[in-house]
C-alpha cells in the first residue's frame, strides 16, 4: 500500500541578511543577555550592594561592639590583678615591719625589774662582784659570801621570780681564804648561771 501525504512541507524560517548581516547566525541569547544587563541592573546591583554593605556594617558594629565589651572586661581584670599584687606586696610588707617589731621587742630588754629582783634577793651575808648577760638572755653571776646558806637562800629567793622562772643553777663555788686587817678568814666564792624569762613581770 502506498500512502501520498497531500499536505505541504513547510519551509524552514529562513532569517535575512541586511547590510550583508546574517540574522541567523547572530547569538541572540547572549545578545539579550547583554541588553537585559545594560539596561536594568545598575540599579538592582546598587541596591544589592548597599544591602550587602549595610549586612556587612551591621556585622562589623556587632564586632566591634564585642570586641570593646572583651576590651573593657580585660581591662578591668587587669586592674584587679595590679590591686590584688599591690594588695600582696602591702601584706608583705606589713609582716616584714611586724617581724622587725618583734626583733626590737625582744631586743628590748630592759634590766631594772631583774636587778631590782637580785638586789631585793641577796641576804646581807652575801654580795655580787660581777654579772654579766648576753643578748640570748643568759646571765652569769660572780660573787661571794660568808657562808653556803646565803648563797643557797638567794638562789631559791631569786628563782621564785618569774624573771628566772626557776632557772638559775650554781655552776661553781670554792672556798678562798681572805686576809684583811691581819685577820684570817674564809670567804665562799660563786657562780651562778640561769637563763631570764621575763624581764618585765608586770
Do not use: C, H
Request: glycine share 4%; charged share 35%.
Amino acid at each position: 500500500m502506498i500512502e501520498i501525504n497531500l499536505l505541504e512541507k513547510k519551509k524552514a524560517f529562513k532569517a535575512p541578511v541586511v547590510l550583508g548581516i546574517d540574522f541567523a547566525k547572530l547569538p541572540w541569547r547572549k545578545m539579550v543577555v547583554a541588553i537585559l544587563l545594560a539596561k536594568f541592573p545598575v540599579d538592582y546591583y546598587r541596591d544589592l550592594t548597599k544591602e550587602i554593605e549595610a549586612e556587612k556594617e551591621k556585622e562589623v558594629t556587632l564586632l566591634n561592639s564585642e570586641y570593646n565589651k572583651f576590651k573593657r572586661k580585660l581591662t578591668k581584670n587587669r586592674d584587679i590583678k595590679d590591686q590584688l599584687a599591690a594588695f600582696n606586696n602591702q601584706i608583705a610588707r606589713l609582716k616584714s615591719r611586724s617581724v622587725q617589731v618583734d626583733k626590737i621587742i625582744k631586743l628590748k630588754t630592759n634590766p631594772r625589774y631583774l636587778l631590782e629582783r637580785l638586789a631585793r634577793s641577796a641576804p646581807e651575808e652575801l654580795w655580787f662582784e660581777e654579772l654579766i648577760l648576753d643578748g640570748g638572755g643568759k646571765l652569769l653571776i660572780k660573787g661571794g659570801a660568808t657562808n653556803y646558806t646565803s648563797i643557797g637562800e638567794f638562789i631559791v629567793k631569786v628563782n621564785e621570780s618569774p624573771i628566772f622562772n626557776g632557772s638559775l643553777l650554781l655552776k661553781d663555788s670554792k672556798t678562798e681564804e681572805v686576809t684583811k686587817d691581819n685577820v684570817k678568814f674564809r670567804e665562799e666564792k660563786f657562780e651562778i648561771e640561769g637563763q631570764i624569762k621575763l624581764y618585765n613581770p608586770f
